[in-house]
């Protein structure tokens, strides 16, 4: 097993020489800075295990740094330092996610047995992710990527609604994860110890359908051999998610809204009904409402699943979710490829930030995935990412020293069209660079933009 990566934060030298040695020593990797904006940068660029920070700083505090920090990486773990401690600071730095709170000067054998401890509970909870991605169970509400504010809107309204029994319609662009999100909603009710069924509407052939939902009995049709359930007796208890629900035909939307309305299901071929407990989940990446004046969806099926709706936005529209989402799968495919490949260059980030993604997450868990598998191996690079740096810049032949663009012209590059993408928004821009905003300006300044 390769060792913990573990990044220290400290203005003060002799803080930061004791905790490489003394770290160094126990087993870990350790890289050190003494400035919560360089710390940011370096994380934009690598991943680590854990973080241990200094509160006062004079460049920006350590609990905003924790912020930050758990906003590009959730999985990090933080332990916070100071040399001024007090009951405030420490319930604050543990509300905002720090794994714990220590006071100076340093016990090495207590930061030592909090450091076992923490690895340890960071391997547990990666074994637990592990075996639920096996047992084919999808992540919680709590474990959804992204902390921008559309996607925090999602979580809020999943939280409420997890609780009742009520039909969700989801709405969202084709790789946004809707059926993540309807398995959050099913992990959080009281229906989660029964079955969650996913179905994809437009995948099971029209004259199939009926007898797929509600069963049959034998003899019912041609290969009716035996009985079957049928998937929403199969889900009794329990949740059935229908993917691409505007592509049931009308005949089948009635069927659907019988059910919906008496709670009873009819086998195909069969004259007794059978009660049904089913929470239905339906999902679209068409307007339905459209599709109801168009006359393609019926306006009472409609109203039966739209009691609440979730509108997932598209990753173009949370762009600041990108550097999160990217971590979150540079840690799984290092695990699937056994590789340690521990983050992206800074011009490859910048370029996934500028992209628009039509293909959404689903799109840039590709592009990750395809950089492994093309041979990823330390860093992914913008060369790793092929369809992303067919840009003039980057695409234009190399004929002569004359012909390469000066590295400052690069970096104004960027930096234009990183405020350009976050629409001016400094803050935003330079955490995706992986630069300070004071930076920002002092660049801007240079190329006479302010």
């Not at 160094?24 to 400035?35: E, F, M, P, R």
């Not at 680590?48 to 700083?57: G, P």
């Not at 100071?82 to 420490?90: H, L, V």
């Not at 009794?236 to 659907?256: H, M, N, R, Y």
């Amino acid at each position: 097993m390769d060792p913990a990566k573990i990044l220290v934060v400290d203005d003060e030298r002799s803080i930061l020489v004791l905790l490489k040695e003394a770290l160094g020593q126990w087993g870990y990797q350790v890289t050190t800075t003494a400035s919560a904006a360089e710390a940011l940068g370096i994380l934009k660029s690598e991943l680590f295990d854990a973080l241990i920070t200094d509160i006062r700083m004079p460049d920006m505090s350590g609990l905003e740094l924790l912020r930050e920090v758990k906003k590009q990486d959730e999985s990090i773990e933080v332990v916070m330092m100071t040399g001024y401690p007090t009951i405030a600071s420490a319930v604050q730095a543990l509300k905002e996610g720090a794994y714990d709170y220590l006071s100076k000067p340093l016990i090495l054998d207590e930061l030592r047995h909090l450091m076992s401890r923490m690895m340890e509970r960071k391997f547990l909870r990666g074994e637990i992710h592990t075996l639920r991605a096996r047992l084919g169970e999808e992540l919680t509400v709590n474990e959804l990527i992204g902390t921008s504010g559309p996607m925090e809107r999602v979580k809020e309204i999943i939280g409420k609604v997890a609780v009742t029994d009520s039909p969700v319609l989801i709405e969202g662009e084709s790789g946004t994860g809707k059926e993540l999100v309807a398995a959050a909603i099913h992990r959080l009710s009281s229906r989660v110890k029964r079955s969650f069924i996913p179905v994809n509407c437009s995948a099971i052939p029209q004259d199939l359908l009926e007898s797929e939902f509600f069963g049959h009995v034998r003899g019912a049709f041609s290969g009716a051999v035996a009985d079957a359930l049928g998937l929403f007796r199969g889900a009794d208890e329990g949740t059935i998610f229908l993917d691409e629900i505007a592509e049931l035909s009308p005949a089948l939307q009635v069927k659907l809204l019988r059910v919906l309305q008496e709670m009873q299901v009819r086998p195909v071929g069969s004259t007794k009904a059978f009660p049904v407990d089913v929470r239905v989940i339906a999902a679209t990446n068409r307007d339905l409402e459209r599709a109801m004046t168009e006359g393609s969806f019926r306006q009472d099926l409609f109203y039966r699943l739209n009691v609440v709706r979730v509108t997932l936005p598209p990753l173009r529209e949370r762009r600041e979710d990108i550097p999160s989402l990217i971590n979150h799968f540079l840690r799984r495919f290092n695990k699937r490829f056994h590789r340690d490949v521990r983050g992206v260059a800074p011009e490859a980030l910048a370029a996934l930030t500028a992209y628009t993604f039509p293909g959404n997450v689903r799109e840039l868990e590709n592009l990750i995935e395809r950089a492994f598998a093309m041979g990823a191996r330390e860093q992914i690079a913008l060369n790793d990412l092929p369809s992303l740096s067919k840009t003039p810049m980057t695409s234009t032949p190399v004929t002569s020293p004359e012909s390469v663009p000066a590295l400052a012209d690069v970096e104004r590059e960027l930096i234009l069209k990183a405020l350009a993408v976050f629409k001016d928004d400094k803050e935003a821009a330079a955490r995706a660079l992986g630069i300070s905003r004071r930076t920002i300006y002092r660049r801007l300044k240079e190329y006479g933009v302010l």
